[in-house]
Each structure stands twice: as structure tokens, then as C-alpha cells.
T-cell receptor
């Protein structure tokens, strides 16, 4: 059965810290790995990764996919209180199905 | 903010009743997927609609059904509601294709009492 596992489940850091969120996947016919940020309700798209070893960056956030290890990491540098959210990782199987992990709940203290 | 809109935002229903949730996809997107997110869990795939046809289904019973309309908007219908159906229901729209990301609406919070 397809599954995505995220770690840690929750994390509390102080502003300015750097955090690394982990995602491992076992997805049949794997196509891509996506990261979303969920603050209240709507998950907001962050990154889509399809090729191994290529880093995607947006400001203080970056992510990389390791197809050999079936994993991905999401890095956030110089964290701010506005980064507090649940970060969801999803693997895609074929063209339609996203398999989500449980998420990592990040809390950034001022 | 995405262009995906869902209605209603909140809903309270009694066990055994039926409910219809609605979703308008982002402009230009022809594919709509529905997810159920229970408290403390990640979203679980219910089904996807593409060109008004069901294009894939997750492990949900037949009392979960859907529709997609010619303008690509969609409905999720749930019959014979159970307490465990209480969750956030998320709609996501995307362009059909292998490497396209989905954009989510704000969701409908359904409470079954």
C-alpha cells in the first residue's frame, strides 16, 4: 500500500533557527513529490519535485528530492513566526492521486 | 490565495442525513479532486473528476459520490452521514497532466452530530 511518512510530527523552534523537515515515501508508479503549507484550512503549494538531486528554492525555503533514498527534505532558514503551520508532503501516483503524509506541525516562537 | 472556492465553509448535519458540497475550480483548470482531512491527519484522496467523468477513486464507500459540470465546477455528495464523516473536505483543481500541481480551496468543515 502506498504511504508517505513525515518526521518529526511536531517541532518548536525560536525565530532565526533553521529547520529541516523530512518526508519518506513508498508510492507505486511514483511521479513527483509535493510540499504544501497549511495554516488554517487551504494547503498552499510550495514545491513540486520530479527529478532527483535538484534543489528548488523560494526565498528562505528550499527542498530537494532523493529518488534513491525515496525521500525529500524541506529546509526553512531564518524562521519567522509566520512560518508556523503544518507542512504536508505528498507523493503522486499516476496523474490523479496525491498520497499525503500526516504533516509536521511547526511552531516558531518569537 | 488560489482561485478555488468552496461552499459552504461550515456545515452541521445529523447522522443519516445527506450533504452536498460545492467547488469552483481555478480558471483554466479542468480537473477537480476531493480530499477528506480528519483532525490531526493528512488529506485522504476521495476521487477525481476530469471532463465530467470520474478519473480515479480512493478507498471511500459508494455513499460518497460526485459530479463535474461543463464549467469544471464540481459537487461532492455524501449520503447516510456517519459521525466519522466529520472532517474538513478539501477541493483541489489542476490542469490534467503528469506534472501539474493542484491548488486547494479553503475547504468545508462538516460536523455530523
Amino acid at each position: 500500500e502506498d504511504k508517505v511518512v513525515q518526521s518529526p510530527l511536531s517541532l518548536v523552534v525560536h525565530e532565526g533557527d533553521t529547520v529541516t523537515l523530512n518526508c519518506s515515501y513508498e508510492v507505486t508508479n511514483f511521479r513527483s513529490l509535493l510540499w504544501y503549507k497549511q495554516e488554517k484550512k487551504a494547503p498552499t503549494f510550495l514545491f513540486m519535485l520530479t527529478s532527483s538531486g535538484i534543489e528548488k528554492k523560494s526565498g528562505r525555503l528550499s527542498s530537494i528530492l532523493d529518488k534513491k533514498e525515496l525521500s525529500s527534505i524541506l529546509n526553512i532558514t531564518a524562521t519567522q513566526t509566520g512560518d508556523s503551520a503544518i507542512y504536508l508532503c505528498a507523493g503522486t501516483s499516476g496523474t490523479y492521486k496525491y498520497i499525503f503524509g500526516t504533516g509536521t506541525r511547526l511552531k516558531v516562537l518569537a | 490565495e488560489t482561485g478555488v472556492t468552496q461552499s459552504p465553509t461550515h456545515l452541521i448535519k445529523t447522522r443519516g442525513q445527506q450533504v452536498t458540497l460545492r467547488c469552483s475550480s481555478q480558471s483554466g483548470h479542468n480537473t477537480v479532486s476531493w480530499y477528506q482531512q480528519a483532525l490531526g491527519q493528512g488529506p485522504q484522496f476521495i476521487f477525481q473528476y476530469y471532463r465530467e467523468e470520474e478519473n480515479g477513486r480512493g478507498n471511500f464507500p459508494p455513499r460518497f459520490s460526485g459530479l463535474q459540470f461543463p464549467n469544471y465546477s464540481s459537487e461532492l455528495n455524501v449520503n447516510a452521514l456517519e459521525l466519522d464523516d466529520s472532517a474538513l473536505y478539501l477541493c483541489a483543481s489542476s490542469l490534467e497532466g503528469q506534472y501539474t500541481e493542484a491548488f486547494f480551496g479553503q475547504g468545508t468543515r462538516l460536523t455530523v452530530v
